[in-house]
């Protein structure tokens, strides 16, 4: 079992900058594949990024080149560093541990057992 708190959401101008953090409890992280989703109200869930155990990293090509992914296992902690950010990234954002997939555009479809609770991104223009 993992539990998922995830934190640094907030307000911001567009081409601007946020952390976001995941902060893991339970089972250790090291060996499970994480990653950041996303959701705008009334749409569907969007997979942004995913980080394998052996670091290997995928993104959706709405965020490559801007946000990247992170994991400190020692920490147990998940990052998402997001630059660049557009008044369209504005959604509320979940990390998510132990994807079926982990490499590819496929990440976000498989079976997916841990769930953050999200926090909030708005990008003002």
């Known amino acids: 079992q993992v539990q998922l708190v995830e934190s640094g959401g907030g307000s911001v101008q567009a081409g601007g900058s946020l952390r976001l953090s995941c902060a893991a409890s339970?089972?250790?992280?090291?060996?499970?594949?994480m990653g950041w989703f996303r959701r705008l109200p009334g749409k569907a869930r969007e997979g942004l990024t995913a980080?394998?155990?052996?670091?290997?990293?995928s993104y959706a090509d709405s965020v490559k080149g801007r946000f990247t992914i992170s994991k400190d296992n020692a920490k147990k902690i998940l990052y998402l560093e997001m630059n660049s950010l557009k008044p369209e990234d504005s959604a509320m954002y979940y990390c998510a541990a132990d994807l079926q997939i982990c490499s590819g555009p496929y990440f976000p479809d498989g079976r997916i057992l841990y769930w953050g609770q999200g926090t909030q991104v708005t990008v003002s223009s």
């Open positions: 980080i394998a155990s052996d670091g290997r990293t």
């Open positions: 339970g089972d250790s992280i090291d060996s499970i594949c």
